[in-house]
Structure formats: structure tokens, C-alpha cells
């Protein structure tokens, strides 16, 4: 466990710290319970400490040359690919990930890295035409200055990285607070990398915390301009409102009750593995992933059928077993909630076409079906490997259905006609929407967030140059002004 020990400490100003907190927070591996490294927590002090350094180290990074900067996210993005081995098997230490998504989560993040290297050109300026005579209106970009990121386990390392590389490609500092079950993976193995990369200190620092420790503090201190943050909406909701009463901007990418939608000229043995991927990707602890798989009545026999064999085909159990399809969730008491929602579930009327057993942390996959109308379960997260399927009458309630929640994050059709797809999908109220495709998808060039509850802004590509970078307007009066009194 050197590798999480090593790691397994506040990042701040370029040096690595013991938390000055009168606790610790346990690294444990969901699987097996094994305790992988324990740290003390950050205060609010050292929070100050890291958004002053990040500060201090911002005003000389924002003008850097761009190619200085982008040399750095090039380094790290080669760091990354020749410690893929080891950043896979602390994936799946931490997180309990099988081997395959943990791959995926690598190379994900060393796109988005690539992505990020380029976006530091990114045109800083561009002159605009004016109404008066002899006007040269110029319109800067500039950064931000410093950028709060708060993490998620669910891909802990591309989730940091997505928010951090572009962060930094564009002249900005950054800090860091890691989930608590993916502190090392989430936070400080970005940090290690960034530092062996060449990134100045000061710009990328790691706070090891809770808000038990240190409250709002992250939120409202006042240096950090932006607050990028994925997780659950009721978290989302509460740093929304302390930001904005601080004119603070958020990037939030919250909690999705996604849906895939299988209309009844459909591909069904391509709609049932799309299915399968978009809920148990990750043991379906991720907001893309699709909770309601929704059925045209005069298909629903034969995709059940279908889609059940492959569910019940599913391997759970040992993640780092090639033959692990279904590894823990990310806790026993995550597990617990989910067999108590199932049971409940089971007890208003719904049908168990697939009942998987729960051992420790790890579920074995479900199917409901025959949920009553109204049923609380359709339109909230279910955060595991719990699937929801329902029939439906017809492309306009199969709208209705998917449209029939808070939040919209994404979700996917799967149609024989690919324009009718694309014209179902713009009638979807959802951030994102695939074509005969998983629910569960990213690009690093493509804006990516959540509509309604889902969310607010956006990232990757410009989006994230959007995210990151403010404008300023100069003009030039070449002549004399004639004013107007």
C-alpha cells in the first residue's frame, strides 16, 4: 500500500502536508474492507492556505506562454500513459472497479488531457466592429483566476482531470477537494502527476476534507471565482445557493434519472447490450446511467427476455476477476439502501424479473418491472444496479415518460430511422441525448452537463473555455470624440 500512503496527504503550495484536523478520514477498499491508507483532515486554515498559494502562483501562470502551458499538459498526459498500469490498479483498489472500466476511466482521462493541451492556444482576443467612427473595440479572454473543483467517486480521476487540465490549460490555479472514498485516485494521484509534469507550485493544491471540518468554507472563501463540482443534486442545491449570494460562478453536474428509450422499429439485440452497458456500467453508480429502460408494448416481450438473460448472466463479485462484470458499490451502507429501495419496491407491487442477492458491498444485479404510476422510484437516481423496465403506447408517451422528471442529465433512443431518433431526441428536456447508442457517454470536444435538476453549465471543449475564462472589453478611440454634451 506505499502507493497509497505516499500519496495520502494535504497537496498545498507544492508541498505535501499532514492535515492539521483533529481526525481522519479511512481509505478502505470496497471489495474486501482492506484499509488502504487513512488521512488526517484539512482545516479551514490550510483551505486558506491553499487558495492564498493558489492565488499567489495565478498571477504569473495567466501569463505564462501558452505553449509553456501547454507543454505541461502534454508531460502529464505522457505521465499518465506510462502509469496506466498503476493508476488502474488504484482505480480498482479505491473504487472497487472492475479492470475493463478502469481502463476506460485511464484512457479517457489522457484524451481529455490531449483536449486540455490544445485548448491552452485557445484565441485570447478578437476586435469587434463599433457604431462610432474611429473605435477599435477589443474583447479579451482572460481567466478566471482560481477555481475550486469538488470530486466524485464515481470516475474520480477523469472527473478531476476534466475540471483541473482545461483549468490550468487556461491560465487559472486550482484546488482540489477530493471525495472522501476516492481521496488518493481523485486527488492526490492528479496532484503527483502535475507535479512531475513540471506545473509550478501553488497552481494545483489538494484538500483532504469534510465539511464537518470545515464547513462552507471551501465554497465562500473568497478567492476561488468558479466552483466546479459533480455529485448528488441536494449537495449541488446548497453550493448553488451559498455561490450565488457570493456572485460566484458553479459548474454542477448533478444527480440524472436517465432513460433509454427502445422504440418499436428498434435494433433490439443492439438496444439490449446498449442497455445493459448504460445501467450496470460501473455498477450503475454513475448519473449517466440509465435508471428506466422504456419499452414499446409490442417489443417488450422480446427485449425482456433478452435483456434479462444478459442481467442474469452478469458476474458479481471479485473486480479484479477477469470474469467480474459487476463489482461492490461503494459501501455496505450503499448496498443496504439499495436492497432496502428494491424491497420497498417490491412491497407497493413491482415485479422481480431478475433479484439479484445482496453479500457485503456487493449487489448482484436487479430487474423491476410492473412499478405502480407514480411510483417515487420512477423519478428519482437509483444509485446501483437496480434496473427499471417499463412499456409503453407510442412515441408521444414515451416522451411523456422520459420527460416525467426533475432532472435531465442523459439518456439515449434506439430507432431503425436515425432522423426520427434525432427528432425524439430534441424533444427530450435532457443536457444530452444519444442516438441508437448508450445512455453513458462522454468526449472531451463535446459540452457536456444536465438540464433542469440535472445541473447548471457545462464542460469539455469550448464549454469548459466558457467554464473558465471571463471577458474583458478595451476600446481605443483613434481621433477625437465628439460627445454628445
Known amino acids: 500500500m506505499s502507493f497509497f500512503n505516499e500519496l495520502a496527504h494535504q497537496y498545498i503550495d507544492g508541498e505535501w502536508l499532514t492535515g492539521s484536523g483533529s481526525w481522519d478520514i479511512i481509505d478502505f477498499n470496497p471489495y474486501n474492507g482492506e484499509k488502504l491508507c487513512s488521512v488526517t483532515v484539512a482545516t479551514s486554515a490550510q483551505a486558506d492556505l491553499a487558495y492564498r498559494a493558489a492565488e499567489r502562483a495565478q498571477r504569473a501562470w495567466a501569463v505564462t506562454n501558452?505553449?509553456?502551458?501547454?507543454?505541461?499538459l502534454e508531460h502529464a498526459e505522457r505521465l499518465v500513459g506510462e502509469r496506466a498500469d498503476d493508476i488502474v490498479e488504484a482505480i480498482i483498489d479505491e473504487l472497487g472497479s472492475t479492470r475493463s472500466r478502469a481502463e476506460y476511466e485511464v484512457r479517457a482521462a489522457r484524451e481529455f488531457l490531449r483536449a486540455a493541451a490544445g485548448q491552452a492556444l485557445t484565441p485570447t482576443g478578437r476586435l469587434l466592429p463599433s457604431v462610432t467612427d474611429g473605435k477599435e473595440n477589443r474583447l479579451y479572454r482572460l481567466p478566471v483566476g482560481v477555481v475550486g473543483v469538488i470530486g466524485a467517486f464515481s470516475f474520480p480521476f477523469l472527473v478531476t482531470v476534466k475540471s483541473v487540465a482545461p483549468a490550468l490549460a487556461l491560465g487559472n490555479a486550482v484546488v482540489v477537494k477530493p471525495h472522501q472514498?476516492?481521496?488518493v485516485v481523485g486527488g492526490g494521484l492528479v496532484a503527483r502527476i502535475f507535479e512531475d509534469a513540471g506545473l509550478p507550485p501553488g497552481l494545483l493544491n489538494v484538500l483532504i476534507t469534510d465539511s464537518a471540518e470545515i464547513g462552507d468554507t471551501f465554497i465562500d472563501h473568497p478567492v476561488p471565482k468558479v466552483i466546479s463540482f459533480t455529485g448528488s443534486e441536494r449537495v449541488g442545491r446548497h453550493i448553488a445557493a451559498t455561490a450565488a449570494g457570493l456572485f460566484k460562478r458553479?459548474?454542477?453536474?448533478?444527480?440524472?434519472?436517465?432513460?433509454?428509450?427502445?422504440?418499436?422499429?428498434?435494433?433490439?439485440?443492439?438496444?439490449?447490450?446498449?442497455?445493459?452497458?448504460?445501467?450496470?456500467?460501473y455498477q450503475g453508480q454513475t448519473g449517466m446511467a440509465a435508471d428506466r429502460i422504456l419499452v414499446d408494448r409490442s417489443v417488450e416481450a422480446e427485449f425482456a427476455e433478452r435483456f434479462t438473460a444478459e442481467v442474469a448472466a452478469l458476474k458479481t463479485g471479485d473486480p479484479r476477476d477477469p470474469g467480474t462484470r459487476i463489482g461492490p458499490v461503494i459501501s455496505e451502507f450503499q448496498a443496504d439502501a439499495l436492497t432496502a429501495l428494491v424491497d420497498e419496491a417490491l412491497a407497493a407491487g413491482a415485479t422481480a424479473l431478475v433479484r439479484g442477492r445482496t453479500r457485503g458491498s456487493l449487489v448482484e444485479p436487479t430487474v423491476l418491472t410492473g412499478l405502480p404510476a407514480g411510483s417515487p422510484l420512477l423519478t428519482q437516481e437509483v444509485f446501483g444496479p437496480v434496473a427499471l423496465l417499463a412499456a409503453f403506447d407510442g412515441e408521444d408517451e414515451a416522451v411523456r415518460l422520459v420527460n416525467d422528471s426533475p432532472q435531465g442529465l442523459s439518456g439515449a433512443v434506439h430507432t431503425a430511422d436515425t432522423e426520427r431518433g434525432v427528432r425524439f431526441a430534441r424533444r427530450i428536456a435532457s443536457g444530452v441525448f444519444h442516438v441508437n447508442d448508450s445512455a453513458a457517454q462522454d468526449d472531451p470536444l463535446v459540452a457536456l452537463g444536465g438540464d433542469r435538476l440535472s445541473g447548471m453549465d457545462r464542460l469539455n471543449g469550448e464549454a469548459a473555455v466558457e467554464a473558465f475564462t471571463t471577458q474583458q472589453w478595451v476600446s481605443v478611440q483613434h481621433g477625437r470624440t465628439t460627445f454628445p454634451f
Do not use: C, K, M
Not at 501558452?66 to 505541461?72: F, G, K, Q
Not at 428509450?261 to 452497458?277: F, K, N, P, S
Open 66 to 72: 501558452p505553449y509553456s502551458r501547454r507543454a505541461v
Open 181 to 183: 472514498n476516492a481521496p
Open 250 to 281: 458553479t459548474v454542477l453536474e448533478l444527480s440524472g434519472t436517465s432513460a433509454l428509450v427502445v422504440l418499436e422499429d428498434a435494433d433490439i439485440g443492439q438496444a439490449v447490450r446498449a442497455a445493459v452497458h448504460s445501467r450496470f456500467l
